[in-house]
Nanobody
Framework: QVTLVESGGGLEQPGGSLRLACVGS????????QGWFRQAPGKEREFVAA????????DYANSVKGRFTASRHDATNTAFLTMNNLMPEDTAVYFC????????????????????WGQGTQVTVSS
């Protein structure tokens, strides 16, 4: 069992930056693939980024590639999503999740591939 708690969301202007944190408890996050998803009002939950167990491979949705960076700090059992050059279309509730699925199938981009989820944190990008 893994418990995930996100933080770091808020209101930011277009072009600004935010860093989301996802603190894990119960088991080390490096036993899992970590994913970040987001869900805007009236839309389905969509894949944003994933980082593999070693932390050396990351994958991103085309809409965030070059602007967002996924990382993990094993000493504090925390995953991060650093978001730069934010756009209004990035507005959503952001979720972190972990997957015990096979490493050689990285990245996993479907919500159903993930086993444990955080509660979400709201990110609003508006001037």
């Amino acid at each position: 069992q893994v418990t995930l708690v996100e933080s770091g969301g808020g209101l930011e202007q277009p072009g600004g930056s935010l860093r989301l944190a996802c603190v894990g408890s119960g088991r080390p996050l490096n036993l899992y693939e970590q994913g970040w998803f987001r869900q805007a009002p009236g839309k389905e939950r969509e894949f944003v980024a994933a980082i593999n167990r070693s932390g050396r491979k990351a994958d991103y949705a085309n809409s965030v590639k070059g602007r967002f960076t996924a990382s993990r700090h094993d000493a504090t059992n925390t995953a991060f999503l650093t978001m730069n050059n934010l756009m209004p279309e990035d507005t959503a509730v952001y979720f972190c999740a972990v997957s015990a699925s096979l490493e050689d199938e990285f990245p996993h981009k479907a919500p159903g591939d993930y086993d444990f989820w955080g509660q979400g944190t709201q990110v609003t990008v508006s001037s």
